[in-house]
């Protein structure tokens, strides 16, 4: 069964840099695709990027130059790093298999609540 | 980017109802459309994909449809478990993009 496991600081404070690993097991991670997600309080949901099963990657626009997304597969893992963050990306967390024969998210992680604060 | 209007932001509904919910997208998305259910602190988990496809494992009380650029999820006969959120989520083009969500309670 594929499953996902998000990891990282539950608080980060504003002007640092949040890092995330996505583990994935019962799957590898080079074939189809793999996103991060957020959940902000009340509700509204983001599509912040993916890494494809070649190492390529696609942000949103709307993070501009703060994001990236990486990779390592001997671990099976992949991996977010969103610098300058503000109190605005408090969020939830979450990290997704998208896969192509369903073109969308089918399996996702937990999801891990990192709050941005002095 | 693709913006995607769901409709209503709430409802309560009974038991014996069919529920509907829509999502309009700003322009044509040719069916990349699925539909997620969400509990409380748990991950989204997919329902429709394709608009219409039902995902494995989900009742078949649940179904997709589209009407020109505007998808609706329906809730046949709904049960008490399914109460959550519900959102959708156009993949035709990055920077994908969700419905505002819906807050479904069954009373």
């Known amino acids: 069964e594929v499953q996902l496991q998000e990891s990282g600081p539950g608080l980060v404070k504003p002007s640092q840099s949040l890092s995330l690993t996505c583990s994935v097991t019962?799957?590898?991670?080079?074939?189809?695709?793999w996103g991060w997600i957020r959940k902000f309080p009340g509700n509204k949901m983001e599509w912040m990027g993916y890494?494809?099963?070649?190492?390529?990657?696609s942000y949103n626009p709307s993070l501009k130059s703060r994001i990236s997304i990486t990779r390592d597969t001997s671990k099976n893992q992949f991996f977010l790093q969103l610098n300058s963050v503000t109190t605005e990306d408090t969020a939830t967390y979450y990290c997704?298999?998208?896969?192509?024969?369903?073109?969308?998210?089918?399996?996702w992680g937990q999801g891990v609540m990192v709050t941005v604060s002095s | 980017d693709i913006q995607m209007t769901q409709s209503p932001a709430s409802l309560s509904a009974s038991l014996e109802e069919i529920v509907t919910i829509t999502c309009k997208a700003s322009?044509?998305?040719?069916?990349?459309l699925s539909w997620y259910q969400q509990k409380p602190g748990k991950s989204p988990q997919l329902l429709i994909y394709?608009?219409?496809s039902l995902a494995d494992g989900v009742p078949s009380r649940f179904s997709g449809s589209r009407s020109g650029t505007q998808y609706s999820l329906k809730i046949s006969r709904p049960q008490v478990d399914d109460s959550g959120i519900y959102y959708c989520?156009?993949?035709?083009?990055?920077?994908?993009?969700f419905g505002a969500g819906t807050k479904l309670e069954l009373k």
């Open positions: 997704a298999r998208y896969v192509n024969i369903l073109w969308t998210f089918d399996y």
């Open positions: 019962g799957y590898s991670i080079t074939s189809n695709y």
């Open positions: 890494i494809s099963y070649s190492g390529s990657t």
């Open positions: 322009q044509g998305i040719d069916d990349y």
């Open positions: 394709d608009a219409t």
């Open positions: 989520l156009q993949s035709y083009s990055t920077p994908y993009t």
